[in-house]
């Protein structure tokens, strides 16, 4: 098949490449020419495991190519994918107007039959609306609007993207339908199901997704707080409950919240759309309530041992800038916030990530960068500091042990927001060690 993909982000590229590398032929469009500049010379402007080796393959062998030129991929296109931004616009609702703009250009675009599919995570009655957009210039015969919203994992998105554990398409279309199966039957052999539905559920569906796994998130986040406070250790409530096969054992790590490009904002976005039909989805309120607080938690904890809420003299080491391992995407990152908090309270930085940091430069504030030196090795990182502050859980961060702390930080002193080592070990190797929902070693 001829398929384009409007938007080369994470999940465009990821998209775009997969279908490639199934035997499609795939046009990306983004209006970022820098970024098309460096796709076409082979560079990927994003780090995501494994994507560059079917990248590679894709330019290689002539499948995948890259273009500002949207009439030129769309013209010859069978399946059009949006894949195109939605941040929060205000009071929390999605910003569609990159997906309404492309939208308004598609109808003259279009020439034979195509199928257009928003791969974007957009509220409920969004493909009406890109219908009723596009069919003001071509005839309506000649397109139908399909929801397929994207379940991948940054950090894992190409695994996500190949091995589905499911495939959501929103259609009335039995035309439609059929096109999209025939395009992601080679990803389900295994026999994960292609679950074809109205388009109404199918986009509330990824909202309904991403809401229910920020509320695990923040329930564990809470009962850690209590923890806290009554002494029982949250590991141990975590393997206690997660052997329960109706709770199951993913998504029950405690720490300092969520982040990303999407859980904020979903969350946000799908509470937005209940007000606005008249449902208060009080839920859902705490959970950002929570999340909000829960990111910064541990700078509480830095006060409450230091005793002040003045960090001025003092610098600390940060490991992990990005939202999550395995990504260089710092969109809504726990670390972002944990900067400002103790830059305003005067602290120095000294802050490494395996990826993040360039991205990280980029969006953090003038006074974060102005207090922070960057260094290229964790190690660097605890060089005379007074304690080190964990943001994110990459697994290199679990070597070295704890029980090399001692010898290599001038204080041991450790504020873990991700819970990465082992209590007993932190004891009797003699350091401080502050973490989430779990006694304090002193
Ligand atoms: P992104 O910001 O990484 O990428 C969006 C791309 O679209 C950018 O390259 C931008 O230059 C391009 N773009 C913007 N306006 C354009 C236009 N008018 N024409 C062509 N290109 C344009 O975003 P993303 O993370 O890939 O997310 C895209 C959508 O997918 C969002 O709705 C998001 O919620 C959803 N989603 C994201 C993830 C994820 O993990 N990132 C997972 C599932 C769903």
Known sequence: MNIAVIGTGYVGLVSGTCFADSGNDVTCVDIDKKKVDQLRDGEIPIYEPGLETLFSRGLREGRLHFTTDMDRAVSNADIVFLCLPTPPGGDGQADLSAVMQVAGELGSLIEDYTVIVNKSTVPVGTGD????????NVDRERFDVVSNPEFLREGAAVDDFMYPERVVIGTDSDRAAE???TLYEPFVRSGNPIIVMDRRSSELTKYAANAMLATKITFMNEIANICEKVGANVDNIRRGIGTDS???KRFLFAGIG?????FPKDVQAIHYTAAQNGYDFKILDSVMKVNESQKISIVKKMEEYYETTDFSGMTFGVWGLSFKPETDDIREAPAL???DELTERGAKLLAYDPEAIGTFKQAT????LDNTTFVHDQKAALDNIDA???CTEWNEFRRPTVDNFADEMKQPIIFDGRNLYDLERARKAG?????????AIN
């Open 129 to 136: 609306r890109v219908e009723e957009a596009v069919a003001e």
């Open 179 to 181: 096109i999209m199966t």
């Open 246 to 248: 109706r709770i199951g």
């Open 258 to 262: 969520y982040g990303g490009s999407c």
């Open 337 to 339: 916030y944990i900067a």
């Open 365 to 368: 504030s003038p006074k974060v």
């Open 388 to 390: 080190l502050v964990i």
């Open 431 to 439: 350091i401080t060690y502050i973490s989430v929902g779990r006694p």
